[in-house]
C-alpha cells in the first residue's frame, strides 16, 4: 500500500483509452488524501468494480463484471460509518482496500489448509501460503478487484471438498461463480470427484462388490447429485445473465431521466450502451442463448481464439511469460514424474494406495486434478485471453502456481528441508546436516537468517516473485501506453 502511494505520486498517469468515468460531485480534501493514498487502487478494472457498487449496471460493458464484489463493496460501505464529507468513490475505495486486506490474508489460510490436505506436507504447504503472499496477483489482490474474494472461496471450497464437506464445498463455488466468471471451471472438481469415489469403489475385492449396491443405482447417484452440484455452481452466473437480459433487452424504462449529463455525454462519446433507454436491442439479445458475458469479451474487448497474436502485443507476451513458464514448468514435472497416473487419469488405484501409504508432495497423486485444471486455465488464457491478465487470472485460480515452487525450494534448498515428518518425494531420508541445524523453525528467520548459503535456483524463485510483483505494481498503478 505504500509503495503504490509512492509510484501513484512520482510516476505521471499515460492517458489511456480506458473506462474512466467523470467524477461527480463536490471533492473535498478527504476525497484529495484518499485519492492520494490508495488512487493505484482503482485503475484498469477497478474503475468499473467501483462505478457498479456506486451507480449499479449503467453501461452495458460493465456486465462482464459479476456482482458480487461491487455489492460487498456497497454494503461494506454503507455499514463502516465513515466520515459524512466522503464522496461515495472515496468511501468505497476505502471499502475495497479493507476488504481485500481481509479476504486475502483469509485466500492464504485457506490455500494453507488445502495444502495440507492435498500435499499432506505441512512445511510446504506453509511455504506455498508465504509465496501467495509474495506473488505477484498479490497487487491485484490489494487493488478494487474480485481477485482476493474469488481466491478466497475457491481455495476454500477446495479444501471442503477435499474434507468431504460437498454441499458446503458446492455452496462456496457457487459463489465463488458470482464472483469471476472461471469459477463456472470448478465444476470441474465435482465431476472428477464423484468419478474418481465411483471408479475405486469399482476396484476393490470381490467381497466388498458383493457388499456394493447395483451398479445402475451408483451411477444415477453420482449423477444426480453431481448434476445438482454443477447446478448450483451455474446459477448465480445464469441468473446475472437474465438480470442483464431484463435490463438491457426488454422496453426501455426512461432511466435516462436519472442519469447525470456527464455521464450521458460519458456514453454518447465513447459508443456506451445505456441501460434503459430507448433504441434498438443489442445484437445479443436476438440469440438462441443471449449471453451477455460473451458478446462483451467478444465485441468491446475483442477477445477470442488466437486474436491476441499480434507483433505489437509482444510486450504483454513478455509480462505473460514468467507465470506461462512456470505453469508448463509444473505441468511437465507432474506428468514426467507420474507417467500412468495422468494416462490412466488418476482413476486406477497405485500400488502405494493399495498399501495405505500413497506418495505425498506436489508430485504425489492427489495434485492431478489441480494440476489438469491449472494446464487447462493456462491453456485457454495464453490463446483466447488478453494475456496481461494471465498473471492474476492464474494466480487467484490455481493453488499450482504455489505449490510447485515451494516444492522446487523444499526439494533443492538444503535451509528449508525438514528432517522428519516432511521428508522429499524422493523418499530417501534427510541428515539432519542437511536441513539447517541450528536455525529456527520458522522458514522466513530460516531463510534471513542464512541468506548467503541460500542456492542460486532459491534465489532465482523468490527474486522472480518479488521483482514481478515491483514491475507489476508500477504498471497496475500508472497507465502505460502498451498495457
Not at 505441468?331 to 500400488?351: D, I, Q
Not at 541445524?437 to 523468490?462: A, E
Amino acid at each position: 500500500l505504500v509503495l503504490q502511494a509512492v509510484f501513484n505520486l512520482l510516476i505521471p498517469d499515460h492517458s489511456a483509452d480506458a473506462f474512466s468515468p467523470p467524477r461527480l460531485g463536490q471533492q473535498g480534501p478527504w476525497d484529495a488524501l484518499v485519492e492520494r493514498l490508495l488512487g493505484g487502487l482503482g485503475r484498469w478494472d477497478a474503475e468499473h468494480f467501483l462505478f457498479i457498487a456506486e451507480r449499479g449496471y449503467l453501461f452495458e460493458h460493465n456486465c462482464a463484471f459479476l456482482p458480487l464484489f461491487p455489492l460487498s463493496l456497497r454494503a461494506l460501505a454503507g455499514v463502516v460509518p465513515w466520515p459524512p464529507q466522503l464522496q461515495p468513490r472515496s468511501r468505497l475505495l476505502l471499502s475495497a482496500a479493507l476488504l481485500n486486506s481481509l479476504l486475502s490474508v483469509l485466500a492464504a489460510a485457506a490455500l494453507y489448509e488445502l495444502g495440507r490436505a492435498v500435499l499432506r506436507r505441512r512445511s510446504q504447504a506453509f511455504l506455498a501460503a508465504l509465496l501467495f503472499s509474495l506473488s505477484p496477483a498479490s497487487v491485484f489482490m490489494a487493488a478494487a478487484y474480485s481477485e482476493s474474494m474469488f481466491a478466497f472461496l475457491a481455495f476454500s471450497a477446495m479444501w471442503q471438498l477435499e474434507k468431504g464437506q460437498s454441499w458446503l464445498s458446492g455452496l462456496l463455488f457457487s459463489l465463488a461463480s458470482g464472483a469471476r466468471a472461471n469459477g463456472l471451471i470448478n465444476a470441474g472438481f465435482f465431476l472428477y470427484s464423484r468419478g474418481k469415489r465411483f471408479a475405486l469403489q469399482l476396484q476393490v475385492g470381490s467381497a466388498s462388490v458383493r457388499k456394493l449396491p447395483p451398479v445402475w443405482k451408483q451411477v444415477l447417484s453420482m449423477a444426480v447429485s453431481a448434476a445438482l452440484m454443477c447446478a448450483g455452481i451455474f446459477l448465480p452466473f445464469a441468473l446475472f445473465q437474465y438480470y442483464a437480459y431484463g435490463r438491457f433487452c426488454s422496453p426501455g424504462t426512461s432511466l435516462d431521466r436519472t442519469i447525470p449529463e456527464p455521464l450521458l455525454q460519458l456514453a454518447q462519446d465513447k459508443g456506451y450502451r445505456v441501460a434503459g433507454m430507448d433504441g434498438t436491442k443489442p445484437p445479443w439479445c436476438s440469440q438462441h442463448v443471449p449471453l451477455v458475458y460473451s458478446y462483451i469479451q467478444d465485441t468491446y474487448w475483442n477477445v477470442g481464439f488466437l486474436r491476441y497474436f499480434e507483433l505489437r502485443q509482444i510486450p504483454n507476451f513478455l509480462l505473460a511469460l514468467p507465470v506461462t513458464l512456470l505453469g508448463s514448468w509444473a505441468a511437465w514435472t507432474y506428468v514426467s514424474t507420474n507417467p500412468r497416473h495422468c494416462l490412466t487419469l488418476g482413476l486406477e488405484r497405485s500400488k502405494s494406495e493399495e498399501k495405505g501409504n500413497p506418495r505425498d508432495g506436489f508430485c504425489g497423486p492427489a495434485a492431478f486434478v489441480y494440476v489438469v485444471h491449472a494446464t487447462a486455465l493456462l491453456a485457454f488464457g495464453f490463446s483466447c485471453m488478453h494475456v496481461q491478465v494471465l498473471t492474476r487470472f492464474l494466480g487467484s485460480s490455481s493453488p499450482i502456481f504455489y505449490w510447485f515452487p515451494a516444492h522446487l525450494l523444499q526439494e533443492h534448498e538444503p535451509l528449508l528441508c525438514n528432517a522428519g515428518t516432511d521428508n522429499p518425494t524422493s523418499g530417501k531420508p534427510l541428515s539432519k546436516s542437511h536441513c539447517g541445524r541450528g536455525t529456527p523453525d520458522n522458514l522466513v528467520v530460516r531463510l534471513l537468517l542464512n541468506w548467503r548459503l541460500i542456492t542460486p535456483l532459491s534465489k532465482s524463485i523468490l527474486g522472480f516473485f518479488l521483482c514481478y510483483w515491483l514491475l507489476g505494481l508500477i504498471l497496475h498503478c500508472n497507465f502505460f501506453p502498451w498495457t
